[in-house]
């Protein structure tokens, strides 16, 4: 089975600061990792991912995450916060499934505040 | 290059009847996963349709009932509505049953049972 944790309902930063959203994750195989964001009254959108190979992966709007498999981790990072980032973020896991299907667990989201 | 496109985006419904949602995937994919996603909460997997068929399916009574048509269109069915049914319905789709590359999902349709 897999499952993910999404640590902290709730991150406020003010515009300019790091964003750190953390997420860790459950799988008893290497497991498919992914952030998607979800502004208000819209659907997921695709932040980046990890299948296999560099554990550093760049994705759309300057997020960044790093796979950790000694920490079971996938954290999002932005080095610098901008208004337009505040939505919720969802990190994600898949693996190879009875089925034969890939499908995603969610975590349940983090909301991200940006102070101006 | 139309997204997925999902109808209608609101609904509001009465205890106990039924509901019809409809999802169209992005060109080019062929497999569509329905989510029911309840507010504050993450998506959770309904079912998944490839080849016209149900290929897996979560933790969702029967009431919860889908198809997959030819031109890889989907509907979702709710029977006997409950109040906790109220939810946002997500679609998804991607291509091929064993995706690892992430979904593209629709805006959803945000149903509500009065």
């Known amino acids: 089975a897999q499952s993910v944790t999404q640590l902290g309902s709730h991150v406020s930063v003010s515009e300019g600061a790091l964003v750190l959203l953390r997420c860790n994750y459950s799988?008893?195989?290497?497991?498919?990792l992914f952030w998607y964001v979800q502004y208000p009254n819209q659907g997921l959108q695709l932040l980046l991912k990890?299948?296999?190979?560099?554990?550093l992966v760049k994705g759309i709007n300057g997020f960044e995450a790093e796979f950790k498999k000694s920490e079971t981790s996938f954290h999002l990072t932005k080095p610098s916060a901008h208004m337009s980032d505040a939505a919720e973020y969802f990190c994600?896991?898949?693996?190879?499934?009875?089925?034969?299907?890939?499908?995603?667990?969610f975590g349940r989201g983090t909301s991200l505040i940006v102070h101006p | 290059d139309a997204g997925v496109t999902q109808s209608p985006t609101h609904l509001i419904k009465t205890r106990g009847q039924q509901v019809t949602l409809r999802c169209s995937p992005k060109?080019?994919?062929?497999?569509v996963s329905w989510y029911q996603q309840a507010l504050g909460q993450g998506p959770q997997f309904i079912f998944q349709?490839?080849?016209?068929?149900?290929?897996q399916r979560g933790n969702f009574p029967d009431r919860f009932s889908g198809h997959q048509f030819p031109n890889y269109s989907s509907e979702l069915n709710v029977n006997a509505l409950l109040l906790g049914d109220s939810a946002l319905y997500l679609c998804?789709?991607?291509?091929?049953?064993?995706?690892?590359?992430?979904?593209?999902f629709g805006s959803g349709t945000r149903l509500t049972v009065v």
């Open positions: 060109s080019g994919h062929d497999t």
């Open positions: 994600a896991v898949t693996t190879g499934a009875s089925g034969g299907s890939y499908i995603p667990t």
């Open positions: 349709y490839y080849e016209e068929e149900e290929r």
């Open positions: 990890y299948t296999t190979g560099a554990t």
């Open positions: 799988s008893s195989v290497p497991p498919y």
């Open positions: 998804a789709s991607s291509s091929g049953r064993r995706n690892n590359y992430g979904y593209t």
